[in-house]
């Protein structure tokens, strides 16, 4: 009750997140998701989002932490001639075995996902639905969006167990997002998530 009594005054601040500003049921569920994380419930209204359907996911920055705390790493080794490769370690994963495996990115990948849209000159564009002048995180910061992409599918492939099941990060599930992945608004929000992380 006293959970509840917190997410109907929450919800209603100015301080919240837009999606979860007058949605008390949305804001419990991510306090109820802080708790089963352990981790920080003004952290987790941040970086976790909460969609019709049922569809919850976490920003890349949240996956990498958890998967830091766990005690194992994941990290950006490059991102250069439009791919993000991060590096993912823990005990017997890789082809080999070795304890490291290395999982990628691409700008190809981004333009087939329909998250940035190459122009017949061959410019790469991610405009706002609402706005057509308002550029999007993929347009503007595009190798930081790869890179945070990167992380997620490592996280996803190789650390489902530390994610607790909340596998897909805002802008797979349609979300907007900033330069760092963290879900901005959900006010257009495309429910059929990409294929390669369903």
Do not use: C
Request: overall charge negative.
């Amino acid at each position: 009750p006293e959970m509840m009594e917190i997410a109907r005054f929450l919800a209603g601040s100015k301080m919240m997140p837009s999606h979860l500003q007058g949605d008390e049921a949305s804001t419990f569920s991510v306090m109820l998701a802080a708790r089963s994380l352990d981790v920080p419930m003004w952290a987790a209204f941040q970086q976790i989002i909460v969609l019709d359907g049922g569809k919850v996911g976490m920003s890349a920055t949240l996956m990498q932490a958890l998967v830091v705390r766990a005690g194992h790493n994941l990290y950006v080794v490059d991102v250069s001639d439009g791919v993000a490769t991060v590096r993912a370690e823990r005990p017997r994963i890789g082809l080999d075995g070795s304890g490291s495996a290395l999982v990628t990115f691409s700008i190809d990948e981004a333009v087939k996902a329909e998250l940035l849209v190459r122009t017949a000159d061959g410019a790469l564009r991610a405009r706002s639905k609402l706005n057509a002048n308002i550029k999007k995180p993929w347009e503007k910061y595009t190798d930081d969006m790869l890179a945070w992409r990167a992380i997620g599918r490592a996280a996803r492939r190789y650390f489902p167990d530390v994610l607790m099941g909340m596998v897909h990060t805002p802008d797979e599930l349609g979300a907007d997002t900033d330069e760092e992945g963290n879900p901005i608004h959900v006010d257009s929000v495309r429910m059929d998530v990409d294929e390669e992380v369903t």
